[in-house]
Each structure stands twice: as structure tokens, then as C-alpha cells.
């Protein structure tokens, strides 16, 4: 006997293949939706592949909110990067700051670790100004480029993650200066006016009494110096004795067959005999000619040989003066010498 399966044991198969293809239909409409929130997600940009614009904090300040002519002003831009966020330094260089009246005189820029692995970049800039035209001074907005680093990549490589404004800074001027006007004469071209006659007097009155005043300190200082000059001590006559004696032995030691021997002979001959008229009648004979040398000897009746000082002195004059073939003979200089020697010894 055959046995026919019911109904229902007949429609199990086809209902469990409808199941699986449902829970397959469902499983992939969920892989579908998460692919598309992931996909609008990275468009969004709410994936952390870029940095937020939290995680850079840019502050302004200035020292000062008014400013003259010539004047400096520090300005100060403070940039705070988060972990794993830099800036591109250069934006913010001295060249790339636009000054509307301004000079940018210096610069400087420091970077330091701040808490929590931040970075904090700060950068001074010294302005100033010598315009008078404009009644404010400004700082024009920049724009700085930051990145995202990543784990193994250089920062050269690295391609810039956005922008975030640094704001403008407004420094007003104040000049005494009225405003709205074209030009400004500083400097008047009038002449001065003339002093009153009381007040011209007082120019020689002046220069009188400094000369009134310099005449006495004059004097002072003169007398000062002469007293602190040091003084030649005399010498005594037994000293000059001694010392006229040693010339003579250094003449007489003398070679004069030589043209240069005579005329060095000549040449001390006169400083002996000069210096004992100076000694013997005190006469300074030193700057005098022969003739003069007898006039002051004659006036003051020393007992000094004048004709014989006069000969002596004149043949050295022409020894030492004269042309090199009338230099006088050896026998000649050795009676010179003996002639300087009467002239001391007599003394």
C-alpha cells in the first residue's frame, strides 16, 4: 500500500528556501546602508583624516592700541596646534605680513612644546610708522595653511589640511597734528625775528668775560708748568773743568787726515768753545755768530780771549759751511785744536 505525504509536508521545502533568501535579501540591504553612511561619512569629512578647526587656536595682540609718528608697536600672533596638527611657519614670515601705513622694522619666531603634546608657535614683529596721512594703521588679515601628520610621513610630503584666518589688527593714530589736511608744514620758512637790543649786548658782554676769565687761568697754568718743569742744575767750575778736559783728550785722540775726521774735529771744537763762554762769561753763545759772541763778551767783561775766540770760531764756521775742496788742511785743524785748548786752559 502506497502512502500519499499531506499537504503541508509537501510545502516545508519551498517555504525554507524562501526564508534564506529573505534573511540573504536582509543581510544585504544592511552591508549596502553601512557602506553608504561610511561613504557619506568621508565626504562629510567626519572621518578624523583632517583636523578639526578646535585643534588650532590663533590669538592677536598688540602692546599698545595707539601710536605716533615713529613709534613702535609689538605685535604679537600666538598659533596653538593640537596633537598630530603643524602649520606652515612661512605664511607667517616678515614678507608675507601685508601693513597697510606700517613698517615691519623686525621679526622673530619661537616654537615650544605645549601640555598635552600641542604645539605652540609664536611670532613678534616690531612696526612702526612716518606716515601722518592716515588716521588708522592696520594689519591685514592672513590666511595660515595647517596638515595632518601621519604616522612615517615627512612633513615636506605632506599636503596642506585646510586654512584658518589669522584676524586683522587696527592701530589708531594720534598726532597732534590737525586731520583732513593735504600738507603739513612742519618746518615754517619765515626768518627768525630780531633780538632786542638789550638782549644783542649780551653776545660781546659774554665773550668779554670768558676772555676776562681764560687771562688769569692762563697765567696760573704758566706758572704751574714752570714750576714743575725740572731745573737744570749748574754745574760746578770744577766740573766744567773736568768736562772741558775730557773734550780736549777726545779732540787730540782724534784722526783728521781724514776729510770726515777734520770736519768732525771742527764740529767739536765749536761746541767746546761755545759752551766755555757760556761757563766763563755767561753768555748764551750757543745761537750767536762769532761777531755777536764778541759784542756780548766785550759787554760784559769776562776775562775771555775774544780775538782768539773770534778765529776759533770762525774757522769752524767755514770748515763746517764751506765747499768740500776749501776744508781746511790737517796741520790746520790740529792748530785749531791747539787754539781751543789756550782758550779753555786760559780760563
Keep these: 500500500m502506497i502512502s500519499v505525504p499531506a499537504a503541508q509536508d509537501v510545502g516545508r521545502p519551498f517555504q525554507g528556501r524562501r526564508g534564506e533568501a529573505e534573511s540573504l535579501a536582509l543581510r544585504i540591504s544592511q552591508s549596502a546602508f553601512r557602506l553608504f553612511v561610511l561613504f557619506a561619512a568621508l565626504a562629510a569629512g567626519e572621518v578624523t583624516l583632517h583636523a578639526q578647526p578646535r585643534d588650532i587656536d590663533v590669538r592677536t595682540s598688540l602692546d599698545r592700541t595707539a601710536m605716533w ?7 604679537t600672533i600666538t598659533v596653538t596646534c593640537g596633537k598630530g596638527v603643524d602649520i606652515l611657519a612661512d605664511d607667517l614670515s616678515k614678507d608675507k605680513l601685508h601693513a597697510e601705513g606700517l613698517e615691519i622694522l623686525g621679526s622673530s619666531s619661537d616654537r615650544t612644546a605645549g601640555p598635552g603634546d600641542t604645539i605652540v608657535y609664536t611670532f613678534r614683529y616690531v612696526l612702526t610708522t612716518y606716515r601722518v596721512d592716515l588716521p588708522e594703521l592696520k594689519v591685514a588679515p592672513v590666511v595660515v595653511r595647517y596638515y595632518v601628520k601621519r604616522p612615517g610621513q615627512r612633513i615636506g610630503d605632506a599636503a596642506p589640511a585646510g586654512e584658518v584666518p589669522v584676524p586683522a589688527a587696527v592701530i589708531a593714530f594720534r598726532s597732534a597734528l590737525p586731520d583732513g589736511q593735504e600738507t603739513y608744514a612742519i618746518r615754517d620758512g619765515r626768518g627768525a625775528r630780531p633780538r632786542r637790543a638789550r638782549y644783542s649786548s649780551l653776545a660781546p658782554i659774554g665773550a668779554a668775560l670768558v676772555l676776562i676769565a681764560i687771562v688769569p ?16 742744575k749748574p754745574r760746578s767750575a770744577r766740573q766744567v773743568r773736568y768736562d772741558e778736559r775730557a773734550s780736549l783728550d777726545a779732540l787730540r785722540a782724534l784722526d783728521v787726515s781724514t776729510p770726515a775726521g777734520r770736519r768732525d774735529a771742527y764740529a767739536r771744537i765749536n761746541a767746546l768753545v761755545r759752551d766755555h763762554v757760556r761757563a766763563a762769561a755767561g753768555v748764551e753763545a750757543a745761537g750767536l755768530t762769532p761777531a755777536e759772541i764778541d759784542a756780548a763778551i766785550a759787554r760784559r767783561g769776562a776775562q775771555v780771549p775774544i780775538e782768539l775766540v773770534a778765529a776759533v770760531l770762525a774757522a769752524c764756521d767755514h770748515a763746517r759751511f764751506g765747499p768740500p775742496d776749501a776744508l781746511p788742511s790737517a796741520e790746520a785743524c790740529q792748530a785749531s785744536i791747539a787754539q781751543a785748548a789756550q782758550i779753555v786752559q786760559r780760563a
Design 69 to 75: 609718528v615713529a613709534d613702535r608697536v609689538g605685535y
Design 217 to 232: 687761568a692762563a697765567a696760573a697754568a704758566i706758572v704751574v708748568v714752570r714750576r714743575t718743569r725740572p731745573r737744570e
